[in-house]
């Protein structure tokens, strides 16, 4: 077994005697626990961030990759003729599913949100909508196009590629963002937990010089600074986690009206992901103390 | 055991000892003496391996220090007793854990070596002060207590710096006695002390050759002793 898994192993075992030969307590300890805590906490919404951004993307780009929308403006004594045609059109097309004229009611429910529950549809030049559901295979577009441009002349098809890619990659970088956040709180712990360490080995030079003088050897004196902090950082990260995944829960639920914003959180078995955190932040602290603990015995005469 | 070879020390520019030859034979007792500032306390230190030698060799227990690792001179330590002048305990710790130190960095805190441990307290007279903290003691309780740690581990050397140093006649008596006592029991013994009259009392009870360090070099002395 390497002295690394050695070292490891023995954060779990039982030796009191070891972690009494440094003293208990001191700011570096507070520090450590209080630091390890709050980046717990922050983890837990940038996983959330992260894992929201990526439902989200997913979500779009399956609901709108195999749909489409074709719009047809047309004068009014042509739009029922024109809107026939492309169903017709639209029917013999291999890759088309579905192709199905929007109800005046779907279309002035799509304009609600604009122009109000009670715009009179009926009275104005509105282009009349066709929903398209794809196969699997999808339908060949410029060749759709090109037939829809010799028989409806005022129809326009809308494949959602214009807006859907823009949506995905925004929704892909939000994702990006929030493990490129979780690096950089990891990296924050690392260094403050480095920190007080170093202080807490500058503060107890003199616990070292004796346990040096009666026998101690580097691995032993490293190993009671490293499992203090170790054991400080899993406890204060898993009060961090505990108190983040009680912040999500009091987050409101996803709702449509509320977009992106109210689907920030964890479903199903994405709960269970912030409890690898404090065994994470625990390994962050084991090994920025144990380079530090290293580092500074070896500087020391 | 612990021997030194042409051996020089310097701190920086300035040259603390020089030429020192020295070869501590197993079960022998010397006293150390020089005027303060002559370099006693770095003489020990470089005897157990807390400072390296400038010139010349050191080497305890067959070893050079300059080729031991610092696992190799941690085990190395566990064979030599150390007193300090100042005692160095940790001062969060019962005087009990203080003795043990030793035992528990070694791993070798069984109930067995638990009981010495108690057997110890009783010998140096601090059976009922085991629960104490060190700035609880007084100064000749440290020194008993810094005695038992540093021969809980059945040291082959014992270094004391000035271990009577801040304790009245009748400890100091007491300590050398203790000392004696592990001299008789095969352990080198090896005093750093300006105390004279505790060197004459020793002469009496023991064969103790008495070293000084004047002028950056080991002397022997004794004829004025």
């Known amino acids: 077994m390497s002295n690394l898994a050695i070292l490891f192993k023995s954060l779990f075992s039982s030796d009191n005697q070891s972690d009494r030969v440094v003293p208990p307590s001191g700011f570096t300890a507070r520090l450590t626990v209080f630091a390890s805590g709050a980046m717990a906490f922050l983890t837990v919404f940038a996983l959330a961030l992260s894992l929201a951004s990526g439902r989200l993307a997913s979500r779009w780009g399956d609901e709108l990759a195999h749909s489409s929308t074709l719009r047809i403006s047309a004068p009014a004594e042509q739009m029922a003729e024109q809107v026939q045609t492309a169903l017709r059109v639209l029917d013999t097309t291999p890759g088309v599913a579905l192709a199905r004229a929007l109800t005046a009611d779907e279309q002035k429910a799509l304009l609600a949100p604009w122009f109000g529950p009670d715009l009179p549809i009926d009275s104005l030049p509105v282009p009349q909508l066709i929903e398209i559901v794809e196969t699997e295979e999808g339908y060949d577009g410029a060749g759709l196009r090109l037939r829809l441009q010799a028989e409806v002349p005022g129809a326009v098809l809308d494949d959602h590629t214009r807006w859907r890619k823009p949506l995905e990659q925004a929704a892909g970088r939000l994702r990006l963002l929030g493990w490129v956040a979780i690096a950089l709180i990891a990296a924050t712990t690392a260094a403050i937990i480095t920190l007080a360490a170093n202080a807490a080995l500058a503060a107890n030079a003199q616990v070292i010089q004796v346990l040096r003088l009666v026998g101690a050897q580097d691995g032993y004196i490293a190993r009671a600074f490293v499992r203090r902090f170790t054991l400080r950082a899993l406890s204060g990260a898993a009060a961090g986690m505990v108190l983040g995944l009680g912040a999500v829960l009091l987050l409101p639920p996803a709702q449509d009206a509320g977009g992106f914003l109210t689907g920030l959180g964890f479903t199903g078995a994405g709960w269970l992901v912030p409890f690898v955190i404090p065994p994470l932040a625990a390994l962050v602290a084991f090994l920025a103390t144990r380079t530090a603990a290293n580092r500074v015995l070896s500087e020391l005469p | ?225």
């Open chain 2, 1 to 225: 055991m612990i021997e030194l070879e042409n051996l020089g020390f310097s701190y920086g520019e300035g040259e603390m000892l020089s030429d020192i030859s020295l070869k501590l034979a197993p079960g022998s007792f010397h006293f150390l003496t020089g005027p303060s500032g002559s370099g006693k306390t770095t003489f020990l230190k470089l005897c157990y391996g807390a400072l390296q030698p400038t010139a010349g060799h050191a080497r305890l227990f067959d070893q050079d220090v300059r080729h031991m690792s610092r696992d190799d001179m941690a085990m190395t330590r566990r064979r030599i007793g150390v007193v300090h002048q100042d005692c160095q305990f940790l001062d969060h710790l019962p005087i009990a854990d203080n003795v043990a130190l030793p035992l528990t960095v070694s791993g070798r805190d069984s109930l067995e070596e638990v009981a010495n441990l108690k057997e110890l307290l009783d010998w140096v007279g601090l059976g009922k002060r085991a629960s104490a903290y060190p700035p609880e003691l007084s100064g000749g309780e440290r020194q008993r207590a810094a005695l038992a740690r540093a021969v809980i581990m059945s040291p082959d050397v014992v270094l004391a710096d000035e271990p009577t140093g801040n304790v009245d006649w009748d400890m100091s008596q007491r300590l050398l006695q203790l000392l004696i006592e592990l001299n008789r029991m095969g352990k080198t013994i090896m005093i750093a002390t300006h105390d004279l009259n505790l060197i004459r009392t020793a002469k009496s009870q023991v064969q103790a050759r008495v070293l000084r360090i004047a002028g950056r070099r080991l002397q022997l002395a004794g004829a004025d002793l």
